[in-house]
C-alpha cells in the first residue's frame, strides 16, 4: 500500500503545484454552471433535479479529463522519470493505480465543489436528493472511466498532444456509440444482436440510468470491469514497453 | 553483489548488449567504460529492472532482476542516466517522496535524510525547485536519493557527469567511502575517473565486452607503459645517444614541444640507465618522468581494434 500511497500523493501535489488543478477547478466549475443554467434550462424547466446538471458532465470530461491524464505517463516518458519511478522498488500496478487514484479523487473533489447547485436547487424546491446523490456517484464512477482510458492511451506515447487526442478521441466514440443516431447509423449493415451489443458498450446509457436514480448492478459493474480492463491494458502497455 | 550471464538486449536488428558477462563484488568499484553508445546505459538498465533483457539473466544481491524484482531493487541504489527528477518538486519534497517509496520513515529516516543532505551539501538548496538546478547541483540530488536507502549495491550511469572539478572530488570521496563495503558499479567514459574511482576496469563496445582488467593492468598493455620522457634542449645528441643502449627500443620526439619519449624493449626498465646516460653526458634535463602508460592509448587501442576484430559481415 505505501508505494502505491507515495505516487498519490506526489499526483495530487504535482497537480496544484502546476497550474493544472486550479486551471481544471475553475472551468469546470464555471463551465458546470454555465451549461446547467443556461445551456440546460435549469429554471424554465420548473423541475426540482438536478438532471440538467448531470446531461452536460459527460462532455465536460471529454474535454477536462484528456487534460488531467494526458501527462500521466507521457511526461515520465519524456522526461526521464519513468526510469526512475520503474526501478524505485513499487510494481506497475502500484504506480498505475497510485495515478489512477490521484486523478480520480481529484475529479472527485472538482465534482464535489460544485454543491452551490446542489445548495440551490434545494432551496428553491424539494429534490429527491437520493436521485442527486446517484447522479453524483455515476458521474464520478464515468469520471473514472475516462480517467481509466487516459492513463492507458497516456502510456501509449511520449506525446501529450497524441495522449490527449487519443483519449478525447475513445471517449467521445464510447459516448455516441449508443445514441439513436449512431445507432441507425449502422442498422442495415450490422446484424441486430451485435448492434445491441455495442449499444451496450455506451457510457451514456449507463450513466444516464444511474443518473435517473436507478442504481443497478449491471450498471455498477459496467463502470467497474471498463475501467479495471483499461487499467490492464495501460499496464500491459507499459510492461511492452520494456521489452521493445 | 551484480551478476549478469550473457546479458542481451537487441532493439531490432542492433544489438546493443551482447552475451555480457560481469561479477561485481563487495568492496569493488567496478567502472564501465565505452564510448557513446557502447550499451552501457542499457545494460545498467537491465540490471535495475527498468528494461526486459532478450535473452540472459542479471542478479542484484543475489535476486533475480526479473523474477524477484522488487528485492533486487530494494538492494540497488541507481543512479540513471542524465539523473531525471520530477521537475515540479522541490529538492526536500523528492527526497521525501523517495524517503515513501523506499518505506523509509520514522526517527531513523529522517536521520538518514539530514546524513544524506549533509554528505551532498545540499542543506542550501532543500527548497529550490529541481527544474531550477544546475546540472552539477541535479546530479548530486540523484546521487541523494539513490544513497537514502543506504544500499548493498549502488549503480551510478555518469556519475560526475556536468560536474565542476571541485564537485567531482567530493562524490568520488563520496563514493570511495562508500566503497567499502559496497557493490559498486559506475559507467562512463572518461578515463581520469577510472584512475580515481575503481579497481576494476570493464571496457565494451558495441554491446561486447573486450576487457576486464585493474586500471594497472590496463596501463601496462599501453606503448608507453615504462617509457621515460624527458624536456631537453639539445634533444638530438640524446637521440643518438640513447638510441644506443641495449634496452631501449626506439625514441620518439614530440614536433610540438620537443618532448623527448624512450621506449623500452618488452619487460626492461630504462629509467636509471636512461639517466645514468643523460649525467654522463652532462645534458641538461628537465621534467625526466617515468610514464605509467597512457589509458586514453589503450581505450582507443581496445575500442577501435574490438570493432574490426569482432563485425561480422552484414
Not at chain 1, 174 to 187: E, H, M, S, T, Y
Not at chain 2, 17 to 32: F, K, T, Y
Not at chain 2, 204 to 222: M, N, V, Y
Request: hydrophobic residues 50%.
Amino acid at each position: 500500500m505505501n508505494p502505491i500511497n507515495a505516487v498519490l500523493r506526489r499526483e495530487l501535489r504535482s497537480y496544484f503545484v502546476t497550474p493544472v488543478a486550479y486551471v481544471f477547478l475553475v472551468i469546470f466549475l464555471v463551465l458546470a454552471g454555465i451549461l446547467t443554467f443556461y445551456v440546460g434550462d435549469f429554471y424554465e424547466r420548473g423541475l426540482a433535479d438536478l438532471q440538467p446538471f448531470f446531461v452536460m458532465q459527460p462532455w465536460l470530461y471529454l474535454i477536462l479529463v484528456p487534460a488531467i491524464t494526458m501527462g500521466m505517463w507521457a511526461e515520465e516518458a519524456k522526461g526521464g522519470t519513468l526510469e526512475l519511478l520503474l526501478t524505485l522498488p513499487l510494481t506497475l500496478w502500484q504506480a498505475m493505480l497510485g495515478k489512477f487514484l490521484a486523478a480520480w479523487l481529484f475529479v472527485g473533489l472538482a465534482l464535489a465543489l460544485t454543491f452551490p447547485i446542489w445548495i440551490t436547487v434545494n432551496y428553491l424546491g424539494s429534490p429527491d436528493n437520493g436521485v442527486i446523490l446517484a447522479g453524483y456517484l455515476g458521474s464520478w464512477l464515468m469520471a473514472g472511466n475516462f480517467i481509466a482510458i487516459g492513463a492507458c492511451l497516456s502510456a501509449l506515447t511520449r506525446s501529450q498532444v497524441v495522449a490527449f487526442i487519443l483519449t478525447a478521441l475513445v471517449c467521445v466514440l464510447l459516448i455516441l456509440v449508443g445514441q439513436p443516431q449512431a445507432l441507425d447509423f449502422f442498422q442495415g449493415a450490422l446484424p441486430r444482436r451485435l448492434i445491441n451489443a455495442v449499444a451496450h458498450l455506451s457510457m451514456l446509457r449507463h450513466f444516464e440510468a444511474i443518473s435517473r436514480g436507478v442504481l443497478d448492478l449491471r450498471d455498477l459493474l459496467y463502470f467497474l470491469l471498463s475501467a479495471l480492463s483499461w487499467l490492464v491494458a495501460g499496464v500491459l502497455l507499459l510492461d511492452l514497453k520494456r521489452t521493445h | 553483489m551484480i551478476e549478469t550471464e550473457q546479458l542481451t538486449r537487441c532493439y531490432g536488428n542492433l544489438t546493443a548488449v551482447d552475451a555480457l558477462s560481469i561479477r561485481v563484488e563487495p568492496g569493488q568499484v567496478l567502472g564501465l567504460l565505452g564510448p557513446n553508445g557502447a550499451g552501457k546505459s542499457t545494460a545498467m538498465r537491465m540490471i535495475a529492472g527498468f528494461l526486459v533483457p532478450t535473452s540472459g539473466r542479471a542478479w542484484v544481491c543475489g535476486h533475480d532482476v526479473m523474477r524477484e524484482p522488487l528485492l533486487a531493487k530494494r538492494a540497488l541504489g541507481y543512479l540513471p542516466e542524465g539523473a531525471p527528477g520530477y521537475g515540479e518538486m522541490t529538492v526536500h519534497e523528492f527526497l521525501q517522496f523517495i524517503m515513501r517509496m523506499r518505506g523509509l520513515k520514522g526517527e531513523g529516516g529522517y536521520r538518514r535524510f539530514d546524513a544524506v543532505v549533509q554528505q551532498l551539501q545540499l542543506e542550501d538548496v532543500l527548497g529550490l525547485g529541481i527544474d531550477t538546478l544546475s546540472k552539477g547541483l541535479r546530479r548530486r540530488v540523484g546521487l541523494a536519493q539513490a544513497i537514502l536507502h543506504d544500499p548493498p549495491v549502488l549503480m551510478l550511469d555518469e556519475p560526475t557527469d556536468g560536474l565542476d572539478p571541485n564537485q567531482k572530488h567530493a562524490v568520488r570521496q563520496l563514493i570511495d567511502v562508500m566503497a567499502r563495503e559496497r557493490t559498486i558499479l559506475i559507467s562512463t567514459h572518461l578515463l581520469e575517473e577510472v584512475h580515481a574511482l575503481c579497481n576494476r576496469v570493464v571496457i565494451i563496445a558495441h554491446g561486447k565486452l573486450l576487457a576486464d582488467a585493474t586500471p594497472a593492468e590496463l596501463e601496462a598493455r599501453s606503448r608507453y607503459h615504462g617509457a621515460v620522457s624527458f624536456s631537453a634542449p639539445g634533444g638530438g645528441i640524446a637521440q643518438e645517444m640513447l638510441g644506443r643502449l641495449p634496452q631501449v627500443a626506439g625514441i620518439e620526439i614530440d614536433p610540438l614541444d620537443g618532448r623527448i619519449t624512450v621506449f623500452p624493449k618488452p619487460g626492461e626498465r630504462i629509467l636509471d640507465a636512461v639517466e645514468t646516460l643523460l649525467r654522463e653526458q652532462g645534458l641538461e634535463v628537465s621534467e625526466i618522468q617515468l610514464e605509467r602508460g597512457r589509458l586514453d592509448e589503450v581505450f582507443r587501442q581496445i575500442t577501435t581494434g574490438g570493432v574490426t576484430a569482432t563485425e561480422e559481415p552484414a
